[in-house]
C-alpha cells in the first residue's frame, strides 16, 4: 500500500506561481515498486486530465496546456514529486490530484487550485 500526502495548493493571482508537493508513504517494497509519478486536474463541470507526468528514470510529460509553464520533478530518495506552476491563468483552476503507479494506482486526495483574474 502506498499513502499519498498532496500540499502547496491555494489562491493566486494570475501569472502568480504555486508549488505542489506529493509525498508518498508505505513499505520499502510499495516504495520501490513506484514507476510513475504525476498530477492531474478536474476542473467543475470537466473531466479529469493529466497535467505531467514524470518516471522513475526523469522522463517528461506534459499536457499541452502547460508546457513552458509547469515543470515537474520528483526526489526519489524522498518518495516526493513536484509540480512548480508558473504564469498561472485562470482556467488553471481545479483539483490537482497526485497520481502514483506502483504496483497499482494510487491518487492522492486533491488539493484545490484558485487563479483569479
Known amino acids: 500500500q502506498v499513502q499519498l500526502v498532496e500540499s502547496g495548493g491555494g489562491l493566486v493571482q494570475a501569472g502568480g506561481s504555486l508549488r505542489l508537493a506529493c509525498a508518498a508513504s508505505?513499505?520499502?517494497?510499495?516504495?520501490?515498486?513506484?514507476?510513475?509519478m504525476g498530477w492531474y486536474r478536474q476542473a467543475p463541470g470537466e473531466q479529469r486530465e493529466l497535467v505531467a507526468q514524470i518516471t522513475r528514470g526523469g522522463s517528461t510529460t506534459y499536457a499541452d496546456s502547460v508546457k513552458g509553464r509547469f515543470t515537474i520533478s520528483r526526489d526519489n530518495a524522498k518518495s516526493t514529486v513536484y509540480l512548480q506552476m508558473n504564469s498561472l491563468k485562470p482556467e488553471d483552476t481545479a483539483v490537482y490530484y497526485c497520481?502514483?503507479?506502483?504496483?497499482?494506482?494510487?491518487w492522492g486526495q486533491g488539493t484545490q487550485v484558485t487563479v483569479s483574474s
Open positions: 508505505g513499505s520499502i517494497f510499495s516504495l520501490n515498486a513506484i514507476n510513475v
Open positions: 497520481n502514483v503507479l506502483a504496483m497499482r494506482v494510487y
